[in-house]
Antibody, heavy 127, light 109 residues
């Protein structure tokens, strides 16, 4: 079955850097767009970034633009999130999720969904 | 608006029906997707598209929309449905193309 496993989370000081990884299995990784979504302790889900299946297009939330970089290695079925200039408010569980594509129904409405999700990796920014 | 608004908390008696709503301008063009999250677990897909359930999701879960509001309805809520529920959609304005609602904590009494 499709599976995602994140790794790389740890405690890091403000201003520091960290790289997260997400290992994919059970599907053709090179055909799938991928997301990172984070969740601060006790808070809701916060979309972070998306990368197209071939890495040619990337989108970022305003809160991480210029500090975070998403990338992928399709030969190793792995997604990455390089985080720099980390702030206290970046403390969160970071999930990777597979984008299932965009679809349109007969009424012209569009839909898209994320599945599966990984189990998450905790990043704590603290001095 | 580049937001999806959900009620923070909703409760339902065991076996009764509950509706969780999500409001936002983007829902006039995109269907909401619904995710369930239980404590200590990753989010799990519940409803996508007009009213589609992935395998393993009971048919007591259903989705609908009207204007700028999407709804997740649980008909005959069970104790195991107690969880946080998040709506999600593509975004029609702003600089980022996806957005989540703030989440609704469902309590089954």
């Amino acid at each position: 079955q499709e599976q995602l496993v994140e790794s790389g989370g740890r405690v890091v000081q403000p201003g520091g850097s960290l790289r997260l990884s997400c290992a994919a299995s059970g599907f053709t990784f090179s055909d799938a767009g991928m997301h990172w979504v984070r969740q601060a302790p006790g808070k809701g889900l916060d979309w972070v970034t998306f990368i197209r299946y071939d890495g040619t297009d990337k989108y970022y939330a305003d809160s991480v633009q210029g500090r975070f970089t998403v990338s992928r290695d399709n030969s190793k079925n792995t997604l990455f999130l390089q985080m720099k200039s980390l702030r206290l408010e970046d403390t969160a569980v970071y999930y990777c999720a597979k984008d299932q594509g965009e679809y349109f129904d007969s009424s012209g409405y569009s839909y898209n969904w994320f599945a599966p999700w990984g189990q998450g990796t905790l990043v704590t920014v603290s001095s | 608006s580049s937001e999806l608004t959900q009620d923070p908390a909703v409760s339902v008696a065991l076996g009764q029906t509950v509706r969780i709503t999500c409001q936002g301008d983007s829902l006039r063009k995109y269907y909401a997707t619904w995710y369930q999250q239980k404590p200590g677990q990753a989010p799990a897909l519940v409803i996508y598209g007009k009213n589609n359930r992935p395998s393993g999701i009971p048919d007591r879960f259903s989705g609908s929309r009207s204007g700028d509001t999407a709804s997740l309805t649980i008909t005959g809520a069970q104790a195991e449905d107690e969880a946080d529920y998040y709506c999600n959609s593509r975004e029609t304005t702003g600089n980022f193309p996806w957005v989540f609602g703030g989440g609704t904590q469902l309590t089954v009494l």
